[in-house]
């Protein structure tokens, strides 16, 4: 097989591949399921569709996009085209999220949310260990 890709487009398609793999999602389930928590992934039936559902914990857990979910940091910025579709759009989000949110507490579920930036390399470890400890500190109810 063939393909006419410069060896630049090529790796940098790899380069995707490979970020697709370690998706936020994934790093955060791998350290808790290290750390010896049992978790269900993408639970549908639920608000919002928690990417970490413990349901030993009551607690559920998402991890978010800085620009999908509107995080206050520097990693979200209004795009500065389509300045109407984007500004409706991530609006949604919020709201959406408010309410998901608002059912999840109604129902008893206590929620972390985990943002993107949060787990970078240099601020990983330091995420992880504080939202361990709360989910911990919080305690077992069954
Ligand atoms: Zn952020």
């Keep these: 097989m063939t393909d006419n890709k410069t060896p630049k487009q090529r790796s ?3 380069s995707r591949i490979r970020s697709e793999n370690t998706k936020p999602e994934e790093k955060v389930r791998k350290y808790l399921f290290a750390k010896g928590f049992r978790y269900r ?3 549908r039936t639920m608000p919002g569709c928690p990417d970490i559902v413990m349901s030993k914990y009551k607690t559920v857990i998402f991890v978010n996009g800085c620009f999908w979910h ?3 940091c520097p990693r979200f910025v209004w ?3 389509n300045v109407e579709y984007w500004h409706h759009k991530i609006m949604r989000n919020v709201e959406r999220d408010k ?4 059912l999840l507490i109604n129902e008893g579920w206590k929620i972390y949310v985990v943002w993107e930036c949060q787990l970078k390399r240099k601020y990983f470890t330091e995420t992880m260990t504080r939202l ?3 989910i911990r500190l919080r305690g ?3």
């Design 12 to 14: 940098y398609n790899m």
């Design 41 to 43: 992934k993408n639970v």
């Design 70 to 72: 509107k995080h206050d």
């Design 79 to 81: 795009p500065s085209s």
């Design 99 to 102: 309410k998901n949110f608002e």
């Design 132 to 134: 361990e400890k709360a």
């Design 140 to 142: 077992v109810l069954d």
